[in-house]
């Protein structure tokens, strides 16, 4: 489990493909001495460390991981965000999130907003429903608030210190993020799913009304 609070960048250093699976060899001094088997979020993907050295440790990305997340994209030199799994009594500084990559987000547009930036980017229509506005969503790592948000898009605002200390001040329209929507609402979605189906409301298109008439 994640905050979404990167914690620095980090650097690739090597790729190693195997078929249609990848190991990523990836440099960071800042997180300390990484232990065997710690789970560690690159870009918002909850990889497992190994062979932990001096200020850097591996990682193996499967056929599934790849087919979900952007990590197939990476070259060595690329800034990675990077945070370590939340240990429990932690403080949660952003919202709950699991490294389990729902889909690729792109960038469409970056509009200055005083000193800050509003990205705006598109994702698979399937998704719509898992993000609300002023909901919680993580975009290749970062815990962000949405703005706004229609059945495949939406906008966040981006201060300075974001762009400066993740991989977001490099990003410009066209690229791909990791995009994890709210797992709290997920899982609400999920289970309201048999109650939507008996009242002939598919799930995506849960109303407030409905709820209201089933006691939530």
């Not at 410009?172 to 189906?197: F, H």
Request: glycine share 12%; net charge neutral.
């Amino acid at each position: 489990m994640f905050t979404g609070l990167v914690q620095g960048m980090g650097r690739v250093e090597a790729v190693s493909a195997r078929g249609r699976e990848i190991r990523l060899t990836v440099r960071a001094e800042f997180l300390g001495a990484v232990v065997q088997g710690e789970s560690i979020a690159v870009n918002g993907a909850c990889l497992t460390a190994e062979a932990p050295a001096s200020g850097r440790f591996s990682a193996y990305a499967s056929a599934e991981t790849l087919s979900k997340t952007s990590l197939g994209g990476l070259k060595p030199g690329a800034a990675v965000n990077l945070e370590r799994a939340l240990a429990l009594g932690d403080r949660l500084g952003g919202h709950l999130v699991s490294g389990h990559v729902d889909c690729l987000a792109e960038v469409v547009s970056v509009t200055p907003a005083g000193e800050s930036k509003t990205f705006r980017l598109r994702f698979p229509r399937e998704f719509g429903s898992q993000v609300v506005p002023k909901g919680s969503v993580a975009l290749d790592g970062v815990s962000l608030t949405v703005n706004e948000c229609g059945e495949d898009f939406l906008s966040v605002n981006i201060i300075p210190a974001t762009q400066r200390e993740t991989t977001i001040g490099q990003w410009t329209p066209g690229r791909a993020v990791n995009m994890e929507t709210d797992l709290i609402g997920k899982y609400v979605l999920r289970m309201l799913g048999p109650w939507a189906e008996k009242a002939g409301i598919a799930a995506p298109g849960l109303s407030a009304e409905f709820l209201r008439r089933n006691g939530f």
